[in-house]
């Protein structure tokens, strides 16, 4: 567990000496290191993670915690190939005007994760430039993957018995 903890270290050392106040909390659970990010930094802090060997976005995703405030997690998972070490970012967000900047501009490959997470959660990628849906129809009603989506969907009644 010695290695977990040095690279918890150094990681959140290196965000903290070139990035202070960007890193907002995080934890070191079962050999994997999680960071809560500042919502407003998170363009920043990935390109300082990627200049320092995260190359490879593996995923964007959320959590809905509804009925909690801030009501989502916006999570990248982030993995540096040459150092085989993985690495979690969070970020809080609004349910109530869920948005947060893209990181398209530093990883390619955030385009479909980031419309993926908007198609189900309805959390919108500012200069995405393409935050269109990509799973669900597109005159589909609502996101569905939100905890407060109707389990049926908005346009369907079915016959009362």
């Known amino acids: 567990m010695l290695s977990e903890q040095v690279l918890g270290m150094r990681v959140t050392q290196a965000l903290e000496g070139n990035l202070p106040g960007a890193a907002v909390g995080g934890k070191l659970d079962r050999g994997e290191l999680t960071i809560d990010i500042d919502p407003a930094r998170i363009v920043e802090v990935c390109r300082a993670l990627k200049a320092d060997g995260y190359l490879r976005l593996a995923a964007v995703t959320c959590v809905d915690q509804y009925p909690m405030e801030p009501r989502f997690e916006v999570i990248y998972h982030l993995h540096s ?81």
Not at 95 to 118: C, L, M, N, Y
Request: glycine share 8%; hydrophobic share 30%.
């Open 81 to 161: 190939i040459s150092r085989n070490e993985r690495l979690r970012l969070k970020c809080r967000v609004s349910g109530t005007q869920p948005e947060i900047d893209s990181v398209i501009g530093v990883w390619r490959g955030a385009d479909w994760f980031e419309r993926e997470v908007f198609d189900l959660f309805g959390v919108h990628f500012r200069n995405h430039g393409n935050m269109t849906r990509i799973l669900m129809p597109e005159d589909w009603e609502g996101h569905p993957l939100r905890k407060d989506f109707p389990v049926h969907g908005y346009k369907y009644s079915y016959p009362q018995e």
